[in-house]
């Protein structure tokens, strides 16, 4: 089973401009969430898109924003870019349920686009 | 609101050595709880989670960890430190109704030969 895709891996832009980041799950999940890591402010939750609706969001300011699309794919655009968005932005793949009576939450994290706001 | 708090940024064992972590969440309803590994310029890699079968979970790579409800607590141990195992680790907590996980400040683990 393929794992998480994240593309691109590295980008550079500069202040002001916009930047798309994608994110292939791995087959047959439905959620996807977006994480930023940075050295001041660690791995923070930006959201989380569940059948092509965000179901949870985190504290970030409206520059920030994200779709799904009907095969699960999702990407996040960030707009306006300031100095400070500097980071690595982590894409989750996850799936929970209940199978044999069990319930499952499981949760895989992609490679990560480093991106370089200058 | 849901927090995690891990106790020392960096810990520094010698090879052979025991490995604690400690990590503490608070969350109002019974969790979902993790301990992730991030090697430089990597992803994260989930080394083990709590899902309420067992209070004792055992993770990859020789890691377990200990759910006490009365001490709120998810410690990370490891009973013989590899110099491989120098990393960062996570300690994340989530609950029902989706995945936003909430994660710990991190603690850098440093292995000494």
């Known amino acids: 089973k393929a794992g998480v895709t994240q593309t691109p891996r590295y980008l550079i832009k500069t202040r002001g401009q916009q930047v798309t980041l994608s994110c292939s799950p791995i087959s047959g999940h439905r959620s996807v969430s977006w994480y930023q890591q940075t050295p001041g402010q660690g791995l923070q939750f930006l959201f989380e898109?569940?059948?092509?609706?965000?179901?949870n969001k985190g504290n970030f300011p409206g520059r920030f924003s994200g779709r799904q699309f009907s095969n699960s794919r999702s990407e996040m655009n960030v707009s306006t870019l300031e100095l400070g968005d500097s980071a690595l932005y982590l894409c989750?793949?996850?799936?929970?349920?209940?199978?044999?009576?069990?319930?499952?939450?499981?949760?895989?994290f992609g490679p990560g686009t480093r991106l370089t706001v200058l | 609101a849901q927090s995690v708090t891990q106790l020392g940024s960096h810990v520094s064992v010698s090879e052979g050595a025991l490995v604690l972590l400690r990590c503490n969440y608070s969350s109002s309803v019974p969790p979902y709880l993790f301990w992730y590994v991030q090697y430089p310029n990597q992803g994260l890699q989930l080394l083990l989670k709590y899902t309420s079968a067992a209070t004792l979970v055992k993770g990859i790579n020789g890691f377990e960890a200990e759910f006490k409800k009365s001490e709120t607590s998810f410690h990370l141990t490891k009973p013989s430190a590899h110099m491989s195992d120098a990393a960062e680790y996570f300690c994340?907590?989530?609950?029902?109704?989706?995945?936003?996980?909430?994660f710990g400040a991190g603690t850098r683990l440093f292995v000494k030969a």
């Open positions: 994340a907590v989530s609950s029902t109704g989706g995945f936003k996980t909430i």
């Open positions: 898109y569940f059948s092509e609706t965000q179901r």
């Open positions: 989750a793949s996850s799936a929970s349920g209940t199978s044999g009576g069990v319930s499952y939450n499981e949760q895989f």
